[in-house]
């Protein structure tokens, strides 16, 4: 089996233009594993901490003071990987070394065994021998924390090709509603500036719901109706809107707050109108309540957990005894090491929550996400349509295709 030859580590910057760290793992001396940690902008409450005093360099000097302990380990064992971070962090946050150190170094040392192996990453991290493409679902309107003033309250409308048979499809169906919807966009107003939010989305000065009929409308003019070939989801990001001292959501841009009441109202209304096929966090990060009132409701949407279950197997844990969610989103780097991530997945799988592998806001070219998705039996992939470093997941997932182990697309 190959073993940890070298590890190093270096500051970069992610999308957003903000200090990063990446890892270097290098297997038998000659097999690169190389990882860049990506960081969200709407943060949970209950996330890994990212790096320890918000400094990406006290990050880098833990893994330099460090890195021995890692040489002469299996890259592939991932146990093992995950227990020597932990012998450095037993915190629960990873708030000693850095989630995102956690993130890099284990995903870092799987890429490079899968190389050694001469095997693709997703066949490395499971033990199956058929795998499926999740759909992909991506950012078509932004607004909330990924872009300004003027933009909806709500963080994300997304599209998803519920109806594609390839991932091609499924790809180029996404990539005609973006650009569809800018055409919709310029023409009801002239002075759009055809300006983004940091995940690909288009940011316009249109209210909640208005930007929610801009999207149906892109679909609309394609020819797809809603439901069939496509369908549209949001990611409310609601814990941004909610005010603890108030005990109420505070739309400012909209000009309007909601009750808890209101709140359920809000969602399950656009949850009808618009068909969603997936709507995430609509209530805020510990409204478990609130949410199982949703999930109820609405069984044929995936009523979706992100801030509310953090990637966190304990947290997910009691999700599912409120029956808070039907679905959630697995973004490595809010639980720390992939280790922890995949025993989140486990629980996911066995107790029928649907997974969503997620990108964060502020992202790396890289594309190992495309693998875990597929790996974590997910059911999406959530990492956006358009932009560099999205676009590079996608396109993972295209040269992955026609791949023996990989037959078709999830079903929801
Ligand atoms: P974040 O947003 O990466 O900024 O946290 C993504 C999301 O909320 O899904
Ligand atoms: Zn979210």
Redesign the pocket.
């Known amino acids: 089996m190959p073993k940890i030859t070298s590890v190093e580590g270096r500051i970069l910057f992610n999308s957003r233009g903000s200090k990063t760290i990446e890892v270097d793992i290098v297997s038998d001396n000659r097999f690169l594993g190389r990882v860049c940690s990506p960081s969200?902008?709407?943060?949970g409450k209950y996330e890994a901490v990212s790096f320890p005093n918000e400094n990406p360099e006290d990050s880098l000097k833990i893994l330099k003071q460090n890195s021995q302990k890692f040489i002469g380990l299996e890259s592939s064992d991932l146990k093992a990987i995950h227990d020597t971070l932990r012998s450095l962090d037993n915190s629960n946050n990873y708030s000693i070394i850095g989630g995102s150190l956690a993130f890099a170094v284990t995903i870092a040392s799987m890429e490079s065994a899968s190389k050694a192996l001469e095997q693709p990453l997703f066949k490395t991290l499971s033990t199956d021998s058929e795998f499926k493409f999740p759909i992909p679902i991506g950012n078509i309107l932004g607004g909330g924390?990924?872009a300004g003033p003027g933009t909806p309250d709500i963080?994300?409308i997304l599209i998803c090709a519920t109806g594609a048979k390839t991932i091609e499809d499924a790809i180029e169906t996404n990539l005609a509603v973006h650009k569809e919807l800018r055409k919709v966009l310029q023409k009801q107003d002239p002075s759009f500036t055809n300006g983004r939010g940091d995940e690909g989305g288009w940011a316009p000065k249109l209210e909640n719901l208005k930007a929610l009929e801009v999207s149906a409308k892109a679909c609309e003019n394609l020819g797809f109706t809603l439901g069939k070939e496509v369908a549209l989801g949001v990611?409310f990001?609601s814990s941004t809107q909610w005010n603890e001292g108030k005990g109420k959501y505070l739309y400012d841009r909209a000009g309007f707050e909601n009750s808890t009441g209101e709140q359920i109202d809000f969602a399950a209304d656009i949850i009808d109108k618009f068909k969603l096929i997936y709507a995430?966090d609509a209530v805020h990060e510990e409204a478990f309540e609130d949410m199982a009132e949703l999930a109820a409701k609405f069984p044929n949407t995936l009523v979706t957990g992100?801030d509310l279950t953090v990637t966190s197997k304990d947290i997910l844990t009691k999700a599912i005894k409120v029956k808070a969610c039907n679905a959630a989103?697995l973004k490595v780097n809010q639980a720390g090491s992939l280790y922890d991530a995949l025993e989140f997945a486990n629980v996911a799988n066995q107790n029928n929550v649907k997974l969503i592998t997620?990108h964060?806001?502020g992202e790396s070219t890289d594309s190992q996400i495309s693998h875990i998705g597929i790996a974590t039996g997910s059911k999406m992939l959530k990492v956006g349509v358009v932009g560099g470093e999205r676009i590079a997941k996608l396109n993972e997932l295209l040269r992955l295709s026609g791949h023996d182990f990989i037959c078709g697309m999830a079903e929801i």
């Open positions: 969200g902008a709407s943060v924390a990924h963080q994300e990611d990001a995430e992100d989103i997620s964060r806001s």
